[in-house]
């Protein structure tokens, strides 16, 4: 026992709890544990630890049996840093992270691996910043400051200047465009929803805004298909995949699908919860489906099927047209 764990005749009370904190920020531990570790009987070390809760905000209490007790946030293991690592690459190769951001997180975490697994990693590119990896760093900044942005909002032949009181960043249910959610200071704080992609020179502005929940009764201003606002189920499309496809869905990485089931002729089907739209036809939808080419078919509803039926039909009869050639501006 060191000089600092003697028994509780020779300690007074705060070093003990002094003594548990130690113990407690270096791994979880057991009453029984700590009991053992300090020389002190169970009933003094118990009582101790309710003293020490009131004192230390940071304690946390394990499910047992038997309880733990730890101050702070325990290390990963290297089972865990590993799975963390397969996350951030999901979302770099999904480009919801911007690499600038990604980059420090991936250190983090592959620094304590053994030298043969961090050899065996995949690496990421060190390209130059997208001009969305910036707006999104910009825009989280002014999330977590509270303060304005403002912007110049990208639309087909033209640029619009807006401000917005960023409340949410999120990903598309479907697409998987990442979407700013806040209120327009210009326009009575009406919701609005932007496609990060098309938010151009993001600026913080100066002072802050007080942040508030959004009603869920407001519905965005851009047609993204939003998640329904009265809290009423989405829509179950069925879709059967083929050919290369079969195994992409099997392997998992589409949150969107449900459990596959796999038919006797190879085939694989699942369901795709989207949210209803106000046509009845989720239009959101259906380019993700022609992304799947011809090895996709829509089994149901019926409305959803005829939808993309006609776009695939309407999708060949361009490609089978010879496109017009037209001669550049400038070009000799």
């Known amino acids: 026992m060191t000089p600092d764990e ?30 053992a570790a300090t020389g002190q009987t169970l009933a003094v070390t118990a009582r101790d630890l309710r003293e020490l809760q009131s004192l230390e905000p940071g304690l946390r209490v394990q499910p047992g049996p038997p309880q733990g007790y730890v101050i702070g946030t325990p290390d990963l293991d290297d089972a865990a840093r590993l799975t963390l690592l397969r996350g951030l690459d999901a979302l770099a190769a999904r480009g919801s992270e911007p690499a600038a951001t990604l980059a420090p997180l ?38 977590l400051a509270c303060r304005p942005i403002r912007f110049q909002e990208w639309q087909p032949g033209k640029r ?36 990060l992609s098309r938010m151009l020179h993001v600026t913080p502005e100066a002072g802050t805004f007080t942040p508030d929940l959004l009603d869920p009764a407001q519905m965005p201003a851009l047609p993204v ?30 949150a969107c699908l449900g459990e596959p ?52 039909r309407e999708a060949a009869e361009v490609a089978a047209q010879t496109p017009a050639r037209f001669v550049q501006h400038g070009a000799a």
Not at 21 to 29: M, Q, S, T, V, Y
Not at 111 to 135: E, F
Not at 227 to 246: D, Q
Not at 276 to 300: I, K, T
């Open 6 to 35: 003697q028994p509780e005749r020779a300690q007074s009370p705060v070093q003990r709890l002094f003594l548990l904190a130690r113990l407690l920020r270096a791994r979880p531990h057991t009453v029984a544990e700590l009991a």
């Open 106 to 143: 991936r250190a983090m975490l592959t620094a304590p691996l053994p030298a043969h697994v961090r050899a065996a990693l995949p690496t990421t590119g060190t390209a130059r910043p997208a001009a969305s990896d910036l707006a999104l760093n910009a825009v989280t900044q002014a999330w």
């Open 160 to 195: 619009r200047a807006a401000r917005l009181h960023p409340l949410r960043i999120e990903a598309h249910p479907v697409s998987g465009d990442l979407l700013v959610v806040g209120r327009d200071p210009d326009h009575a704080g009406e919701v609005r929803t932007y496609r």
């Open 225 to 254: 298909t939003p998640l329904p606002a009265t809290g009423a189920p989405g829509m179950t499309v069925t879709l059967r995949f083929t050919g290369e496809a079969t195994f992409r869905v099997l392997e998992g990485g589409h």
């Open 261 to 312: 089931s796999i038919n006797p002729d190879g085939s694989v089907d699942a369901p795709l919860l989207v949210p209803h739209d106000a046509g009845g036809v989720p239009r959101s939808v259906l380019p993700w489906l022609l992304s799947w080419g011809p090895q996709v078919q829509v089994l149901g509803p019926d409305a959803v099927r005829a939808a993309w039926q006609r776009l695939t």
